[in-house]
């Protein structure tokens, strides 16, 4: 089975302007998938702090870990 992300988005059957909107909550938000290319720029755009957050609730390994792996496979 493949795993999915998605995000929070503006509801795209009433735009939040329809109260009781069965496809979105009281924000007028409801849950889209989210598209690779999405969460690249999340990512890109993110501080490290996030980053480290990220890394180990979704991999759950720590983000210092990847960092020294990664640096380890880094040839000149």
Do not use: H
């Not at 939040?16 to 598209?35: K, Q, R, V």
């Not at 180990?56 to 020294?68: F, M, P, Q, R, S």
């Amino acid at each position: 089975m493949k795993r999915k992300l998605y995000i929070k988005g503006k509801c795209t059957l009433c735009r939040g302007n329809f109260i009781g909107c069965p496809y979105c909550d009281s924000d007028g938000l409801t849950f889209i998938e989210a598209a690779d290319s999405v969460l690249i720029e999340i990512l890109k755009d993110a501080d490290p702090e996030l980053k480290q957050k990220i890394t180990e609730k979704v991999l759950g390994i720590n983000y210092e870990a990847i960092l020294e792996l990664s640096s380890s496979l880094i040839t000149d």
